[in-house]
């Protein structure tokens, strides 16, 4: 049986999270959680657990490590518009060694200083088999603020990107092996896999303007797709205007589509946009210094489809899952 | 090297979290830490990691494993004096077992409905080794409430503990198999062991009552002596007034000794007061209906000792670290 992540959350856990039990909660399923937890304010807190073997190869630099593993996190408030307040870290490691661990420490705590997301706590212990991290970051809201839920896009909302899409799932290609890499491209692109930048200062300038966001942590197709069903909408993107990084122009096209369309581990921000605040987006992405892509558009009926040359074809997810998928 | 959690987190990851990253932060150390969020409340937060084979038996039943990764953290919440409102589940497991998720999300989300603390995030992920639990918990303080910090015990302070001690410990024992059980005493005792009680309304109730306060998760020697050390202070006990569970009488009782002294997993909690607030910590006591026990005091000279038949006897710590300690 292969269930992925998001059905088991869904199936056993889910209605753990009823409104019921905490009013004013959008609970399990977005890429955080907020809760209203004082007049003025409300929180954003989110987890993700990376493990050896499965989201990680077990000789990736130490600080690359440490990055990586908060970054994931701050992507997450990030796609709520949230600014983070501080994280926490569950640690497992089978020895001690302190020069990995002082390595690790440092990646992480240099993105958690630029972010201003310091470590407020957590719990390490020794774990026979590997390694594990299970960061928890939290953030705040505006309680005027909704925040920019998967389920708030709009029929004739844009959809955007903030970033070339494809660097990652490449380099993973390249490293597990199956492509090759005649050119030798790969300390280039590796950095793309394991050091990804959180679009943390865009998140928030997107409030008010973007009406739903995420980020492309499992694919586009199944990113934007989860979107698309939380807002009961559908979709049509063009394959023409799709951002690819120029660096993957040396693969084979085919490789380099599927990348785009389903490699995950980007961390980009795929968000929607009323057509009117077209401006906006651009001005937004001009004050960050960010190249921001417009590669479609919301519409009434269901699906997501990709168009090019004119005709549509539908798109069926096939991004990462983490039960479904063979160890890295 | 066999380093212990505290001098992990001390040596590598305490530096990243600086008060000067976070104005009126209480930091890494402490059962919890406390972020003082918006004007009127203060959010108080703990992350404590389970993983198999060291924290629990690979056949403890999924119901109580569940109940037990919530329960570890409204404990630290509880030792904060820190209202719960909210948790988040990181799970690492190897296989989809769908009566082993069900039975683990139902003994969770019992115990997450009694203590009001709704489950509100998480990720689920595939451990190829072994299962992992990092379980995030939230709360909150009032602003005007310190919360009852390890590092403000005061000289001339009782020392109180909030029930019964060794049980745990001794029913480890027997189902390690270093320890016989000739009555067959284990079915009762494993309750203790695998099913702990959270002392969350009291720790709510020694608000503005206690000064310190830290739960009993490493062993009373160790626990007691992290307050000590962190308020620079020291401590007599009076070995003759430690709460012994009665059900323990039948076993050697130097064994029973160690278990109270030095046995972990307790998560009762152990505060200290002010003489003068004596009927006030029996009143809460008789509110909640739990006998409270007042077991030594605290005094200036440093380190932690024992008082029996009128000679003292310093007690170092030997509780549980999670790096010395074999698997279970």
Known sequence: MALGEFSLIDRYFKRLASPASMPGMVGVGDDAAILPISPGHKLVVCKDVLVEGRHFFS????????????????????????????????????TINETWLASFAAGLGALADRYRCP?????????????????????????????????????????????????????????????????????????????????????????????????????????????LQASGVGAVIDLEQLPVDQRLAVFDPSVVRDAVLYGGDVYELCFTVPAQYRPRVIAVGESLGLELFRIGKVRRQPGLFAQTDGSLTELKPKGFDHFARSAR
Chains 1, 2 share one sequence.
């Open 119 to 227: 470590l407020i706590g957590g719990d390490t212990v020794a774990s026979e088999q590997g390694i594990f991290i299970s960061v928890t970051a939290l953030g705040t809201l505006h309680e005027k603020q909704p925040g920019l839920l998967r389920s708030a896009a709009e029929v004739g909302d844009d959809i955007w990107v903030s970033g070339p899409l494809g660097v990652p799932d490449i380099a993973l290609r390249i490293l597990l092996g199956t492509l090759a890499d005649p050119q030798n491209r790969l300390p280039g692109l590796r950095v793309g896999l394991e050091r990804p930048e959180p679009r943390v200062a865009l998140g928030q300038q997107l409030l008010g303007v973007a009406n739903a966001a995420i980020d492309i942590s499992d694919g586009l197709t199944q990113d934007l797709g989860h979107v």
């Open 59 to 94: 000789d990736v630099a130490p600080d690359a490590l440490g990055h990586k593993s908060l970054a994931v996190n701050l992507s997450d408030l990030a796609a709520m518009g949230a600014k983070p307040i501080g994280c926490l870290l569950g640690l497992g490691v089978p």
